[in-house]
């Protein structure tokens, strides 16, 4: 049976591909068609918020769904910027990242590198702070980690304490394994974390929540995890972009119909990458906070541009006309019989 979909999946994409933005070329970059690619180098995360390619690679999704011949090389990285490097150097074909990083490489690359071609994960940020601090003032000259400089969280904490008018608090970036530890050492006051991490300081370090990032947003909705690949690679090959993407829409249904099984093979790779697996109080809690969904929340994608400027990582707004191409998605959201997602009009140049 999963044969015969991908079949037709792949038959799908070669009927709607004439009208797909990916047959206008980028950088000289030829829009022929070459079929299925020899490989795929695709990054994520060894987070929950990557849930999606977690339980693709557990599963062998990404093995079976991208067909014979297709080599898939997975790549680990800790937060978006760097992945952002990979991709925008071309040692990356695809990768799951933060929304902010994804707006970052379209933008760095002047809008002709990256297209964002599904969403993977909504909501799964906390900042999670000691059992002492009730409020925001409470965190004055105190220090506040997050992942990275410009990643998603970055943004989101630094717009946050410009909204509260804390200019008072260090932010430090750092790998979210050394923050945990910073935490428990009483090192720093909090930290703003994508999941598992915010609910590891919860469950084994005491942490409290401040603020849940699904309280700022209209419906609790924002794309903390988001899929975008390179244009080349999508102009060449759109019939491996779209057998990912049904890997993707394959582990999203095994979240849904067997949540349990959905959260043993995150953590058999959590196990794989880091060495360890989460608690099942961590795991349960982490799963709890996301939602995975193949809609990357489009509407949200001009207020993510503008907290940018408000958290000082930019002076001007990334301009977002042509970021998307949701054509490869709706294709396999069709074949489904799934509800096809809007570009919210960030598919136009």
Same mark, same amino acid.
């Given at each position: 049976?999963? $044969?015969?979909r991908?079949?037709?999946?792949?038959?799908?994409?070669?009927?709607?591909?004439?009208?797909?933005?990916?047959?206008r070329g980028?950088?000289?970059?030829?829009?022929?068609?070459?079929?299925?690619?020899?490989e795929?180098?695709?990054?994520?995360?060894?987070?929950?918020?990557?849930?999606?390619?977690?339980?693709?690679?557990?599963?062998?999704?990404?093995?079976?769904?991208?067909?014979?011949?297709?080599?898939?090389?997975?790549?680990?990285?800790? /937060?978006?910027?760097?992945?952002?490097?990979?991709?925008?150097?071309?040692?990356?074909?695809?990768?799951?990242?933060?929304?902010?990083? +994804?707006?970052?490489?379209?933008?760095?690359?002047?809008?002709?590198?990256?297209?964002?071609?599904?969403?993977?994960?909504?909501?799964g940020?906390? @900042?999670?702070?000691?059992?002492? #601090?009730?409020?925001?003032?409470?965190?004055?000259?105190?220090?506040?980690?997050? &992942?990275q400089a410009?990643n998603?969280?970055?943004?989101? @904490?630094?717009?946050? @304490?410009?909204?509260?008018?804390?200019?008072?608090?260090?932010?430090?970036?750092?790998?979210?394994?050394?923050?945990?530890?910073?935490?428990?050492?009483?090192?720093?006051?909090?930290?703003?974390?994508?999941? &598992?991490?915010?609910?590891?300081?919860?469950? !084994?370090?005491g +942490?409290?929540?401040?603020?849940?990032?699904?309280?700022?947003?209209?419906?609790?909705?924002?794309? /903390?995890?988001?899929?975008?690949?390179?244009?080349?690679?999508?102009?060449?090959?759109?019939?491996?972009v779209? /057998?990912?993407?049904?890997? #993707?829409?394959?582990? !999203?249904?095994?979240?849904?119909?067997?949540?349990? !099984? +959905?959260?043993?093979?995150?953590n058999?790779?959590?196990?794989?990458?880091?060495?360890?697996?989460?608690?099942?109080?961590?795991?349960?809690?982490?799963?709890?906070?996301i939602?995975?969904?193949?809609? &990357?929340?489009?509407?949200?994608? &001009?207020?993510?541009a /503008?907290?940018?400027? $408000?958290?000082?990582?930019?002076?001007?707004?990334?301009?977002?006309?042509?970021?998307?191409?949701? $054509?490869?998605?709706?294709?396999?959201?069709? !074949?489904?019989?799934?509800?096809?997602?809007?570009?919210?009009?960030?598919?136009?140049?």
């Amino acid at each position: 049976m999963r $044969t015969v979909r991908v079949l037709a999946v792949l038959l799908s994409l070669a009927v709607v591909a004439g009208c797909s933005r990916a047959d206008r070329g980028t950088s000289g970059a030829s829009a022929t068609d070459q079929g299925p690619a020899s490989e795929v180098r695709l990054g994520y995360f060894p987070n929950v918020t990557h849930a999606s390619a977690l339980i693709g690679l557990d599963k062998g999704y990404f093995t079976q769904e991208p067909g014979s011949g297709t080599k898939v090389v997975p790549t680990m990285f800790n /937060a978006g910027p760097d992945e952002v490097s990979a991709l925008l150097g071309g040692s990356l074909d695809m990768g799951f990242i933060g929304s902010g990083p +994804a707006i970052n490489a379209f933008a760095k690359s002047g809008g002709d590198t990256v297209r964002l071609i599904s969403g993977a994960t909504s909501g799964g940020a906390q @900042l999670v702070v000691q059992p002492g #601090i009730s409020t925001p003032r409470q965190l004055q000259g105190k220090i506040v980690a997050d &992942p990275q400089a410009g990643n998603t969280q970055d943004v989101a @904490l630094k717009k946050w @304490l410009a909204n509260q008018k804390l200019t008072g608090v260090n932010v430090q970036s750092e790998d979210n394994a050394v923050t945990l530890d910073q935490f428990r050492k009483g090192a720093i006051a909090g930290a703003w974390l994508p999941e &598992p991490w915010s609910s590891r300081l919860v469950a !084994e370090a005491g +942490a409290k929540v401040l603020v849940d990032e699904k309280t700022l947003w209209p419906d609790g909705q924002f794309p /903390a995890t988001v899929l975008v690949v390179r244009t080349q690679f999508l102009n060449e090959h759109p019939r491996t972009v779209q /057998a990912v993407l049904q890997a #993707i829409l394959d582990a !999203e249904n095994l979240a849904s119909s067997d949540p349990g !099984e +959905a959260k043993a093979a995150v953590n058999r790779q959590l196990k794989a990458l880091t060495g360890a697996t989460l608690s099942q109080p961590a795991l349960d809690r982490s799963f709890a906070n996301i939602e995975l969904t193949t809609d &990357p929340l489009a509407s949200r994608f &001009p207020q993510l541009a /503008a907290d940018q400027v $408000t958290a000082g990582v930019t002076t001007t707004a990334p301009k977002l006309s042509g970021l998307f191409d949701l $054509t490869p998605l709706n294709a396999v959201l069709t !074949e489904a019989g799934r509800p096809t997602v809007s570009a919210a009009g960030l598919d136009q140049q």
